[in-house]
């Protein structure tokens, strides 16, 4: 999982709005060496496919990207859902493929076909695949402000036991942004 939440842990307004991703952190900051989107671009390189949820995906239709602001390439995305079952119009040209069943079905399903390293996005999804032992990395890019309220990464999960976060790391950006990784340990 690559993804970003406010400092006080929550992925999006109570709307599902991020707007205050643009808005926040010091735009003008030199960053050096590093990159601006913060190493989105080398992560996307990493992976063979994406695994999304429907209000992700839905977020990601509402921007009306063009293809030089489209960020996923060419890599296949599965869109886990229960009620949609094509893609909305704006993504039908974007190699995303609805999904609706079983998420170990949808894993043994993938690695069949090859692909090995998912990306997956979406706070409920992200949820399920812990929920699931399913994640092995995680990359949380905090950005400096605080919403007070909105839709959590961390709403709770379905296993009551302890879950072991190791290498842990962080980097400060610049611009304000702190990006922690962390693998998963025993669950």
């Known amino acids: 999982a690559f993804l970003a939440t406010s400092m006080d842990g ?7 709005s991020v707007d205050w991703l643009e808005a926040c952190g010091n735009s003008n900051a030199d960053m050096g060496d590093d990159p601006t989107d913060m190493g989105f671009a080398k992560f996307m390189k990493s992976i063979d496919c994406i695994i999304m949820g ?7 239709d509402s ?4 293809t030089e602001q489209w ?6 995305i599965f869109v886990l859902s229960q009620t949609v079952k094509v893609p909305p119009p704006g993504l039908k040209e974007r190699n995303v493929e609805m999904y609706n069943g079983d998420i170990k079905c949808l894993i043994e399903h993938l690695e069949t076909n090859g ?3 998912a ?3 979406g706070g409920v999804t992200i949820q399920s695949f812990i929920d699931l032992d399913l994640i092995s990395e995680m990359i949380i890019t905090r950005a400096p402000v605080l919403l007070g309220a909105g839709i959590p ?7 009551e036991k302890e879950i072991r976060l190791q290498n842990c790391t962080a980097k400060a950006f610049a611009n304000g942004f702190i990006q922690e990784t962390f693998t998963f340990g025993d669950m």
């Open 153 to 159: 990464l961390f709403p709770g999960t379905k296993n």
């Open 54 to 60: 429907r209000k992700s995906m839905e977020k990601i």
């Open 10 to 16: 929550f992925i999006a307004r109570p709307d599902g």
């Open 115 to 117: 692909y090995h390293r």
């Open 71 to 76: 960020p996923y390439g060419s890599t296949p």
């Open 63 to 66: 921007m009306n990207l063009n």
């Open 119 to 121: 990306y997956v996005d």
